[in-house]
């Protein structure tokens, strides 16, 4: 079974230029997070799909960071304009929801971003 | 506010000692909690859970165990290989089966010393 794929794995931008970020889940997984790891830190919450809507963005800086998941399958994460702070590594995970039963989370490998 | 501490940022044990890594919560809704594993350069990994309703949870040579009174929980590995060096992630979530949102600590690497 293949895993979540996203891409790119590293890209370094100037401060104020514009990335974007793909991840494809794993097949059938109708759930898909985006997460931001700062070196350091613990992986936190950005934006939680279930197929193509939106369940949970609370955390998504909404003035610079944007997530689509049109067709419920691959998403997309764009950052515009980048800050400093923006360098982190950006891990997609998917799982599948099952009603009255826990879920394991499956992260890809996490795409590294430099904001210089 | 950080709401899953690992307080250890890391740890050395020798190959075939025990490790014991360890993470405390603040939030009460929690009542379902993770460890997942990460090599660098890869995602993270799920490890072994626990629920809320239990206090130990094993597979294999992972045991996990759980304090609700203190909400403080720990993972043993034993005995501790060299393929167990990397960094472990503590995470957590509310009662939402089917709609799990994780928030994690800030991670503990483990170093085994062959």
């Known amino acids: 079974e293949a895993g979540v794929a996203q891409s790119p794995r590293y890209k370094i931008i100037e401060k104020r230029q514009s990335v974007a970020f793909w991840c494809n889940p794993i097949?059938?997984?109708?759930?898909l997070y985006w997460y931001q790891q700062i070196l350091g830190q613990g992986p936190k919450l950005l934006i939680q799909?279930?197929?193509?809507?939106?369940?949970?963005d609370s955390q998504l800086p909404k003035d610079r960071f944007s997530a689509e998941r049109l067709k419920g399958v691959d998403s997309t994460l764009k950052i515009q304009p980048a800050k400093l702070e923006d360098s982190a590594v950006y891990l997609c995970?998917?799982?599948?929801?099952?009603?009255?039963?826990?879920?394991?989370?499956?992260f890809g490998e996490g795409s590294w971003l430099t904001v210089v | 506010d950080q709401q899953v501490k690992q307080n250890s940022p890391s740890l050395s044990v020798q190959e075939g000692r025990i490790s014991i890594l360890n993470c405390d919560y603040t939030?009460?809704?929690?009542?379902?909690f993770l460890w997942y594993k990460k090599y660098p350069a890869e995602g993270p990994t799920f490890l072994i859970s626990?629920?809320?309703?239990?206090d130990k949870n094993e597979d294999g040579r992972f045991t996990v165990f759980l304090n609700k009174s203190a909400k403080h929980l720990s993972l043993h590995i034993v005995p501790s290989q060299p393929g167990d060096s990397a960094v472990y992630f503590c995470?957590?979530?509310?009662?939402?089966?089917?709609?799990?949102?994780?928030?994690f600590g800030t991670g503990t690497r483990l170093t085994i010393i062959p």
């Open positions: 939030n009460s809704m929690f009542d379902y």
């Open positions: 995970a998917s799982s599948i929801p099952r009603t009255g039963r826990r879920n394991t989370i499956y």
């Open positions: 626990i629920s809320s309703i239990k």
């Open positions: 995470a957590a979530t509310p009662s939402n089966f089917g709609n799990e949102k994780l928030t």
């Open positions: 799909f279930q197929n193509n809507g939106v369940v949970d």
């Open positions: 097949s059938g997984h109708a759930t």
